[in-house]
């Protein structure tokens, strides 16, 4: 069992930027891969980024390609989500969550999830 705990969250101004945290405990996150999603009012959970153990390749959804970067340090049991160039668009409840199986771009493929940490991003 892990417990992932993601903070950084706030309101920013367009333009602005912010670094989400997310720590685990209960279990190293080494062998794993790592992913942030998120979910806006009303719409479905998002694939934003995840990073593969290891060689920490990552890969993102096209809209934040250039702006958001993730990155992990297996020591401190840590992945992050550094967001810069933020647009109202971002504003979500970002969730932190452990892959176990399938596509790495969909949810259900993801067994442990943190409770989220909500950006607002005001124009």
């Known amino acids: 069992q892990v417990q992932l705990v993601e903070s950084g969250g706030g309101l920013v101004q367009a333009g602005g930027s912010l670094r989400l945290s997310c720590a685990a405990s209960g279990r190293t996150i080494s062998p794993y891969s790592m992913a942030w999603f998120r979910q806006a009012p009303g719409l479905d959970r998002e694939f934003v980024a995840y990073?593969?153990?290891?060689?920490?390749?990552?890969n993102y959804e096209d809209s934040v390609k250039g702006r958001f970067t993730m990155s992990r340090d297996d020591a401190e049991n840590t992945v992050w989500l550094q967001m810069n160039s933020l647009k109202p668009e971002d504003t979500a409840v970002y969730y932190c969550?452990?892959?176990?199986?399938?596509?790495?771009?969909?949810?259900?493929?993801?067994?442990?999830w943190g409770q989220g940490t909500q950006v607002t991003v005001s124009s």
């Open positions: 969550a452990q892959y176990y199986a399938g596509s790495r771009y969909q949810d259900l493929s993801y067994r442990y």
């Open positions: 990073i593969l153990p290891v060689n920490g390749v990552t």
